[in-house]
């Protein structure tokens, strides 16, 4: 799962690619255009819980802000 550094939590692509259910690809894209904040060590992403802790507060594209509280599954 997750790498702990100290009080540092950092999730590499593949794993926000399966909490999230997003595809790879696309968390790539985020991270290349700065949507979201990442660091690149020795060819891997990693991205810190903070980093999206500050990509979910932030107001998406569309002028609203993130949900922030997780949606049920039922709603989809």
């Not at 926000?16 to 990442?38: N, P, V």
């Not at 810190?48 to 949900?67: H, I, K, M, N, V």
């Amino acid at each position: 799962m997750s790498i702990k550094l100290g009080d540092l939590t950092l999730f590499t692509v593949d794993e926000l690619s399966e909490l999230l259910d997003i595809q790879e690809k696309t968390i790539r894209a985020y991270l290349r255009d700065g949507k979201l904040k990442g660091r690149k060590m020795a060819g891997k992403w990693y991205v810190t819980e903070e980093a999206l802790r500050e990509y979910f507060d932030e107001p998406s594209e569309d002028g609203q802000e993130a949900e922030k509280e997780p949606v049920d599954e039922r709603d989809r």
